[in-house]
């Protein structure tokens, strides 16, 4: 075990730690921004829709795993930045493929959108 803070401080710690991450990827990131007042916006608006339960965290779930999926995607890309500006194949492939995972968990949460909403609204 690694020597340090342990336990309630160590989870106090690791919050603190988790909310600089939050507040650095907004601070630094306008895709993870977008994303978070989308997410505010649409959450209220998927509990006003009055689904059912499941059906309205279904639609909450697929945002924040959009939210979640650009926190890592930012984690990835600030790793490969700090490693050095020149272009290697693999820097590139490492931020594109975290990309395409953010490209395919938006795409995610749009199917899951639609087909919640045509089947209670339309």
């Not at 907004?26 to 989308?38: C, D, I």
């Not at 649409?42 to 639609?59: D, N």
């Amino acid at each position: 075990m690694k020597p340090g803070k342990t336990g309630i401080r160590r989870m106090i710690a690791a919050l603190g730690y988790s909310r600089q991450g939050l507040v650095s990827a907004y601070k630094n990131e306008a895709a993870f921004r977008q994303e978070v007042w989308l997410a505010l916006v649409l959450v209220p608006f998927a509990f006003w829709l009055e689904l059912p339960l499941a059906h309205t965290l279904w639609l909450v779930a697929s945002l924040a795993m959009v939210l979640v999926v650009e926190l890592l995607n930012s984690a990835i890309e600030a790793v490969v930045d700090r490693i050095g500006p020149e272009h290697h194949e693999l820097a590139g492939r490492a931020k594109d493929t975290a990309s395409a995972a953010v490209l395919l968990t938006l795409l995610l949460a749009i199917f899951v959108w639609v087909m919640v909403l045509a089947e209670h609204v339309f």
